[in-house]
């Protein structure tokens, strides 16, 4: 209750008493909040997180520290005739190139590096959450 009160000062009456004292929308907004978050809460004691933190997570961060290691080691690899290196940006595209080889056409370069596409990203990271979360009315 206490971080929903926080997060209503902080991001509604901040501008919301500027154009209104009813406090009609602050409850609906304190409402609302508290059937995403409980909803967010059922939800998460449906997930069975021992595999998810076990394996998923680990074996995703095994395949991230593959990815740096595979990426490092091309870049310190000696360049064949002909072959030129861009030296600043070299062991990130080497890292996405790897990427892109190990997951198939997935590559999240844009994302990790343009500042507008990892914005666009968590936009529409959190419509989906949205979506997913809050109820139908």
């Known amino acids: 209750q206490e ?3 926080f997060v209503i ?3 509604v009456y901040s501008w ?4 209104s ?4 929308f602050p409850w609906e907004v304190r409402n609302c909040m508290s059937r995403a978050i409980s909803i967010l809460a059922d939800r998460m004691a449906e997930v069975d997180w021992v595999p998810l933190l076990t394996k998923g997570l680990v074996d995703d961060i095994a395949s991230h520290l593959r990815l740096y290691k595979l990426a490092r ?4 690899s000696p360049l064949k005739e002909g072959e030129a290196r861009v030296a600043e940006a ?3 595209s080497l890292f996405f190139d790897a990427e892109m080889e190990m997951e198939g ?20 990271l959190s ?4 979506y997913l979360l809050l109820p139908q009315q």
């Open 16 to 19: 919301y008493y500027k154009i």
């Open 105 to 124: 056409n997935i590559c999240r370069d844009s994302v990790c590096m343009e500042r507008d596409s990892e914005l666009k990203y968590l936009q529409d």
């Open 3 to 5: 971080m929903m009160d």
């Open 127 to 130: 419509d989906l959450l949205l």
């Open 73 to 76: 080691n091309r870049s310190r």
């Open 90 to 92: 070299d062991l990130e």
């Open 9 to 11: 000062r902080d991001f």
């Open 21 to 24: 004292s009813n406090q009609q």
